[in-house]
């Protein structure tokens, strides 16, 4: 077979592929595309996370004083509403990694991804409305008034 020629199914799959790189759109909304980049996401912020925690503790041995302080502006409920958000993309990130392993481990993987997806999103709503419910409870009793 010389390397010039090509099947019409070959053809066709090529000519698809340069039409949407034209169009800028390679991906199209794929539920796979967007578990791709919230993986990313989330994996950046719980290293960033990670990164101002180391930091923050090691207030503790430089100024006790300062420590105390920054300790207590993590009281305040806007910080309790990034803590949720924390909860929600480390969950994520965790469900994610799991279907992922599987997807490249597991010989049906593959095929049963996007059923994965929906499981892990099922998971991660069960699991997050309570965990929010209770996260922020205490907030919101705080904030309008509660026993």
């Known amino acids: 077979m010389s390397t010039t020629a090509s099947t019409a199914p070959e053809a066709a ?28 996401i989330t994996g950046v912020l719980t290293f960033f996370f990670l990164f101002v925690h180391v930091l923050d503790t090691a207030l503790v041995r430089v100024s006790p004083n300062t420590y105390d302080q920054v300790i207590e502006t993590y009281k305040t409920p806007l910080v309790n509403l990034l803590e949720v958000g924390l909860v929600g993309a480390v969950l994520f ?19 049963l ?20 419910f209770f996260m ?9 008034g509660g026993n």
């Not at 390679?26 to 990313?40: A, I, K, Q, T």
């Not at 469900?95 to 997807?103: D, Q, T």
């Not at 499981?119 to 965990?131: E, K, Y």
């Open 93 to 111: 990130h965790a469900l994610n990694g799991l279907r992922v392993m599987l997807v490249d481990f597991w010989s049906k993987g593959p095929r």
């Open 113 to 132: 991804q996007k059923a994965m997806l929906w499981v892990i999103g099922i998971v991660w709503v069960v699991v997050m409305v309570p965990g929010a």
């Open 136 to 144: 922020m409870k205490r907030t919101v009793e705080t904030m309008f």
């Open 13 to 40: 799959a090529s000519d698809r592929a340069g039409a949407s790189r034209q169009k800028g759109t390679f991906y199209r909304g794929d539920p796979g595309m967007w578990s791709w980049v919230l993986h990313r």
